[in-house]
């Protein structure tokens, strides 16, 4: 789009190379001046005037984005890192789930272990081993969630946006 600028940065600052994940940065006439009210908050989403938008992504060959999830969703598990969008679109793929959100919760061994809430399809039996042999056959063993907690619906904000947040504190 005319006028609007995006970059890809890792943690220091650094754009990020082809198909690596970084934070995605983005600048225009149009984005918003910062945080209302809250200006430590602004400046720490402030790289050399563009504004973090909250999201990793990567960029391919083509030169198009692809959005890998949250950076406050991300989960660091035994020092990799985890997007729970990749493992979502997994677990989303197996013919018995509905729908699936992914968090991380705090284990002490890992930092944070990846868990799965699972709304499973109407009459659908499955069992947290099977999706866990399903997950173990598409992604990294560091990437398969450890728990599975099956449930009948996601929580959910007036937007429909999966309330991660909510997850995360629920036992």
Request: some cysteine; overall charge negative; hydrophobic content about 40%.
């Amino acid at each position: 789009i005319p006028g609007q600028q995006v970059r890809l940065l890792d943690d220091m600052g650094h754009e990020v190379a082809e198909g690596e994940v970084g934070e995605l940065y983005a600048k225009s006439e149009q984005l918003v001046a910062g945080y209302h009210a809250d200006e430590a908050a602004t400046r720490g989403s402030m790289r050399d005037g563009f504004f973090s938008v909250g999201d990793l992504a990567r960029r391919d060959a083509r030169g198009c984005l692809h959005i890998e999830g949250r950076k406050r969703d991300m989960i660091i598990t035994g020092g990799i890192n985890v997007y729970p969008a990749e493992v979502e679109a997994v677990l989303d793929a197996h013919p018995a789930v509905l729908e699936a959100a992914v968090v991380g919760i705090t284990d002490r061994e890992w930092g944070e272990r990846v868990r799965a809430y699972v709304v499973l399809r109407p009459g659908q039996l499955c069992t947290a081993e099977d999706l866990a042999a399903f997950c173990v056959e598409r992604l990294a063993k560091t990437k398969v969630p450890r728990d599975f907690r099956f449930t009948e619906h996601l929580p959910r904000n007036p937007t429909g946006k999966v309330l991660k947040r909510e997850l995360r504190e629920l036992p």
